[in-house]
Protein backbone atom coordinates (compact mmCIF):
# COMPACT_ATOMS: atom_id res chain seq x y z
CA UNK A 1 0.00 0.00 0.00
CA UNK A 2 1.23 3.50 -0.73
CA UNK A 3 0.34 6.76 0.03
CA UNK A 4 0.70 9.90 -2.01
CA UNK A 5 0.07 13.29 -0.22
CA UNK A 6 -1.35 15.20 -3.11
CA UNK A 7 -2.90 18.44 -1.25
CA UNK A 8 -2.37 19.11 2.62
CA UNK A 9 -3.01 22.51 3.24
CA UNK A 10 -5.67 22.99 5.99
CA UNK A 11 -8.54 25.19 4.96
CA UNK A 12 -7.97 26.68 2.31
CA UNK A 13 -5.22 26.64 -0.78
CA UNK A 14 -1.32 27.65 0.76
CA UNK A 15 1.17 29.29 -1.30
CA UNK A 16 3.00 25.62 -1.52
CA UNK A 17 -0.33 23.36 -1.52
CA UNK A 18 -3.81 22.43 -2.62
CA UNK A 19 -5.95 21.41 -0.14
CA UNK A 20 -6.62 18.57 1.59
CA UNK A 21 -6.24 15.23 -0.72
CA UNK A 22 -4.37 11.75 -0.83
CA UNK A 23 -4.42 8.80 -3.15
CA UNK A 24 -3.82 5.64 -1.80
CA UNK A 25 -2.41 2.68 -4.20
CA UNK A 26 -2.73 -1.32 -3.80
CA UNK A 27 -1.95 -3.86 -6.58
CA UNK A 28 -2.91 -1.28 -9.10
CA UNK A 29 -6.09 0.16 -7.53
CA UNK A 30 -6.29 3.88 -7.04
CA UNK A 31 -7.83 5.18 -4.29
CA UNK A 32 -8.58 8.96 -3.94
CA UNK A 33 -9.48 10.38 -0.14
CA UNK A 34 -10.77 13.84 -0.50
CA UNK A 35 -10.32 16.24 -3.45
CA UNK A 36 -10.05 19.38 -1.69
CA UNK A 37 -9.66 22.81 -3.36
CA UNK A 38 -6.29 23.14 -6.02
CA UNK A 39 -6.10 19.21 -5.71
CA UNK A 40 -6.72 18.41 -9.15
CA UNK A 41 -3.71 20.10 -10.55
CA UNK A 42 -1.04 17.73 -8.15
CA UNK A 43 -3.49 14.38 -8.95
CA UNK A 44 -1.95 15.36 -12.57
CA UNK A 45 1.34 16.01 -11.28
CA UNK A 46 1.46 12.70 -9.23
CA UNK A 47 -0.80 10.57 -11.00
CA UNK A 48 -2.75 9.82 -13.81
CA UNK A 49 -6.01 11.31 -13.07
CA UNK A 50 -7.88 9.47 -16.09
CA UNK A 51 -7.44 6.17 -13.83
CA UNK A 52 -9.22 7.00 -10.31
CA UNK A 53 -10.94 3.74 -9.44
CA UNK A 54 -12.99 4.77 -6.30
CA UNK A 55 -13.19 8.14 -4.05
CA UNK A 56 -14.04 8.94 -0.11
CA UNK A 57 -15.09 12.51 0.78
CA UNK A 58 -14.54 12.62 4.48
CA UNK A 59 -17.13 15.63 4.01
CA UNK A 60 -18.75 18.13 2.38
CA UNK A 61 -16.62 21.21 2.88
CA UNK A 62 -14.98 22.87 -0.01
CA UNK A 63 -11.46 22.34 0.87
CA UNK A 64 -12.22 18.59 1.02
CA UNK A 65 -14.29 17.97 -2.13
CA UNK A 66 -14.49 21.10 -4.13
CA UNK A 67 -12.42 19.91 -6.98
CA UNK A 68 -14.93 16.92 -7.26
CA UNK A 69 -16.88 19.55 -9.39
CA UNK A 70 -14.21 20.41 -11.95
CA UNK A 71 -13.31 16.71 -12.37
CA UNK A 72 -16.64 16.57 -14.01
CA UNK A 73 -15.23 18.09 -16.58
CA UNK A 74 -11.89 15.58 -17.00
CA UNK A 75 -14.25 12.41 -17.21
CA UNK A 76 -17.34 14.19 -18.74
CA UNK A 77 -15.82 15.66 -21.71
CA UNK A 78 -12.65 13.79 -22.38
CA UNK A 79 -11.77 14.16 -26.34
CA UNK A 80 -11.60 9.99 -26.47
CA UNK A 81 -14.99 9.52 -25.01
CA UNK A 82 -16.38 10.09 -21.48
CA UNK A 83 -14.97 7.92 -18.68
CA UNK A 84 -17.28 5.59 -16.72
CA UNK A 85 -18.41 6.73 -13.58
CA UNK A 86 -16.57 6.49 -10.61
CA UNK A 87 -17.80 5.22 -7.14
CA UNK A 88 -17.88 8.20 -4.52
CA UNK A 89 -18.25 7.31 -0.84
CA UNK A 90 -19.41 10.45 1.09
CA UNK A 91 -21.99 11.38 3.43
CA UNK A 92 -25.71 12.50 2.06
CA UNK A 93 -25.85 15.15 0.08
CA UNK A 94 -23.08 14.93 -2.15
CA UNK A 95 -24.86 14.43 -5.41
CA UNK A 96 -26.74 17.27 -4.35
CA UNK A 97 -23.92 19.45 -3.14
CA UNK A 98 -21.53 18.69 -5.84
CA UNK A 99 -24.43 19.40 -8.81
CA UNK A 100 -25.06 22.65 -7.17
CA UNK A 101 -21.20 23.56 -7.18
CA UNK A 102 -20.65 22.57 -10.70
CA UNK A 103 -23.93 24.12 -12.32
CA UNK A 104 -26.18 26.50 -11.22
CA UNK A 105 -28.92 24.73 -12.82
CA UNK A 106 -28.60 21.84 -10.73
CA UNK A 107 -27.48 19.54 -13.33
CA UNK A 108 -26.66 15.70 -12.62
CA UNK A 109 -23.74 14.34 -12.23
CA UNK A 110 -24.77 10.88 -12.57
CA UNK A 111 -22.96 10.16 -15.49
CA UNK A 112 -19.23 10.84 -13.91
CA UNK A 113 -20.50 9.63 -10.48
CA UNK A 114 -21.76 6.55 -8.65
CA UNK A 115 -22.49 7.65 -5.20
CA UNK A 116 -22.61 5.70 -2.11
CA UNK A 117 -23.79 7.36 1.69
CA UNK A 118 -21.47 6.60 4.06
CA UNK A 119 -22.12 5.36 7.77
CA UNK A 120 -20.33 4.13 10.16
CA UNK A 121 -18.97 0.54 9.82
CA UNK A 122 -16.41 -1.21 7.86
CA UNK A 123 -16.70 -2.39 4.12
CA UNK A 124 -14.59 -3.49 0.80
CA UNK A 125 -13.29 -0.53 -1.57
CA UNK A 126 -10.94 -2.56 -4.07
CA UNK A 127 -8.09 -4.14 -2.42
CA UNK A 128 -8.54 -2.39 1.20
CA UNK A 129 -10.83 -3.25 4.34
CA UNK A 130 -11.97 0.45 4.91
CA UNK A 131 -13.43 1.64 8.20
CA UNK A 132 -15.32 5.20 9.00
CA UNK A 133 -16.53 6.92 11.87
CA UNK A 134 -17.89 9.92 12.24
CA UNK A 135 -15.95 12.25 14.06
CA UNK A 136 -16.05 15.73 15.86
CA UNK A 137 -16.72 18.28 13.43
CA UNK A 138 -19.45 20.60 12.90
CA UNK A 139 -20.83 18.81 9.63
CA UNK A 140 -21.24 15.03 9.10
CA UNK A 141 -17.49 13.84 9.08
CA UNK A 142 -15.65 10.96 9.05
CA UNK A 143 -12.38 9.55 9.49
CA UNK A 144 -10.80 6.73 7.86
CA UNK A 145 -8.80 3.51 8.24
CA UNK A 146 -7.53 1.88 5.97
CA UNK A 147 -6.14 -1.28 5.43
CA UNK A 148 -4.59 -3.54 3.15
CA UNK A 149 -2.12 -6.75 3.79
CA UNK A 150 -1.65 -6.26 7.30
CA UNK A 151 -0.72 -2.56 7.37
CA UNK A 152 -2.80 0.30 8.70
CA UNK A 153 -2.91 3.47 7.43
CA UNK A 154 -5.99 5.71 9.32
CA UNK A 155 -6.52 9.63 8.39
CA UNK A 156 -8.53 12.07 11.00
CA UNK A 157 -9.93 13.94 8.77
CA UNK A 158 -10.94 17.50 10.19
CA UNK A 159 -12.22 16.92 14.06
CA UNK A 160 -11.30 17.97 17.69
CA UNK A 161 -10.85 15.28 19.90
CA UNK A 162 -13.50 12.47 19.86
CA UNK A 163 -13.22 8.83 21.02
CA UNK A 164 -14.20 7.87 17.35
CA UNK A 165 -10.53 8.79 16.12
CA UNK A 166 -8.51 6.87 18.77
CA UNK A 167 -10.47 3.53 17.68
CA UNK A 168 -9.52 4.16 13.94
CA UNK A 169 -5.69 5.06 14.74
CA UNK A 170 -5.62 1.91 16.84
CA UNK A 171 -2.32 0.44 16.11
CA UNK A 172 -1.98 1.97 12.89
CA UNK A 173 1.44 1.93 10.65
CA UNK A 174 0.76 5.64 9.57
CA UNK A 175 -1.64 8.05 11.52
CA UNK A 176 -2.12 11.06 9.05
CA UNK A 177 -3.75 13.55 11.52
CA UNK A 178 -4.45 17.19 11.12
CA UNK A 179 -3.34 19.60 13.63
CA UNK A 180 -4.59 23.09 12.40
CA UNK A 181 -4.60 25.22 15.91
CA UNK A 182 -1.08 26.15 17.81
CA UNK A 183 -1.78 25.07 21.38
CA UNK A 184 -2.48 27.68 23.95
CA UNK A 185 -3.84 29.15 21.51
CA UNK A 186 -8.01 30.92 22.14
CA UNK A 187 -9.16 28.11 19.39
CA UNK A 188 -13.13 27.37 18.60
CA UNK A 189 -14.23 24.21 20.45
CA UNK A 190 -15.62 21.38 18.11
CA UNK A 191 -13.44 22.38 14.86
CA UNK A 192 -10.13 20.79 14.94
CA UNK A 193 -7.18 19.68 16.51
CA UNK A 194 -3.28 21.06 18.10
CA UNK A 195 -0.41 20.00 17.08
CA UNK A 196 -0.25 18.81 20.99
CA UNK A 197 -4.02 17.06 20.90
CA UNK A 198 -2.83 14.90 17.55
CA UNK A 199 0.26 13.92 19.78
CA UNK A 200 -2.13 12.89 22.17
CA UNK A 201 -4.21 11.00 20.00
CA UNK A 202 -0.90 9.20 18.63
CA UNK A 203 0.17 8.39 21.96
CA UNK A 204 -2.92 6.70 22.92
CA UNK A 205 -3.63 5.21 19.66
CA UNK A 206 -0.48 3.41 19.93
CA UNK A 207 0.52 4.48 16.78
CA UNK A 208 3.68 4.13 14.36
CA UNK A 209 3.49 7.36 13.33
CA UNK A 210 2.44 10.25 13.04
CA UNK A 211 2.46 12.53 9.64
CA UNK A 212 0.79 15.75 10.39
CA UNK A 213 -1.58 17.66 7.50
CA UNK A 214 -4.18 20.44 7.35
CA UNK A 215 -2.02 23.08 8.95
CA UNK A 216 -2.96 26.51 7.70
CA UNK A 217 0.94 28.82 6.87
CA UNK A 218 -0.92 31.67 7.10
CA UNK A 219 -2.32 31.53 10.49
CA UNK A 220 0.19 28.59 12.20
CA UNK A 221 3.96 28.19 12.91
CA UNK A 222 4.88 24.88 11.45
CA UNK A 223 7.94 24.87 14.15
CA UNK A 224 5.44 25.20 17.11
CA UNK A 225 2.96 22.77 15.66
CA UNK A 226 5.25 20.39 15.50
CA UNK A 227 7.08 20.76 18.80
CA UNK A 228 3.79 20.41 20.63
CA UNK A 229 2.90 17.40 18.64
CA UNK A 230 7.00 15.74 19.36
CA UNK A 231 6.42 16.42 23.28
CA UNK A 232 3.30 14.80 23.41
CA UNK A 233 4.24 11.61 21.02
CA UNK A 234 7.76 9.67 21.53
CA UNK A 235 7.79 8.31 18.29
CA UNK A 236 8.53 9.80 14.85
CA UNK A 237 6.65 12.94 13.89
CA UNK A 238 6.66 14.43 10.63
CA UNK A 239 4.63 17.53 8.31
CA UNK A 240 3.77 16.26 5.05
CA UNK A 241 4.33 17.88 1.53
CA UNK A 242 2.72 17.45 -1.57
CA UNK A 243 4.44 14.89 -3.56
CA UNK A 244 5.77 12.90 -0.48
CA UNK A 245 4.96 9.08 -0.89
CA UNK A 246 4.95 6.51 2.14
CA UNK A 247 5.11 2.77 1.42
CA UNK A 248 3.74 0.56 4.06
Known amino acids: MRLTVLGCAGSF ?22 FGSGSLSALQRYSDMNKIDAIILTHLHCDHMLDACTYIVVRRYDPSG ?6 VYAPLGAAERISAAYSQDNEPVDDVYTFYGLQPGTFPIGPFSITVDRVNHPIETYGVRIEHAGSVLAYSSDTAPCEPL ?9 FLCEA ?9 PGLHL ?3 EAGEAATKADVGKLLLTHLVPAWVSEASIVDAAVA ?9 RPGARYDL
Open 13 to 34: PGPESACSAYLVEAEGFRLLID
Open 82 to 87: SLPPVP
Open 166 to 174: LRLAAGADL
Open 180 to 188: SYLDGADNP
Open 232 to 240: AFAGPVEVV
Open 194 to 196: TGG
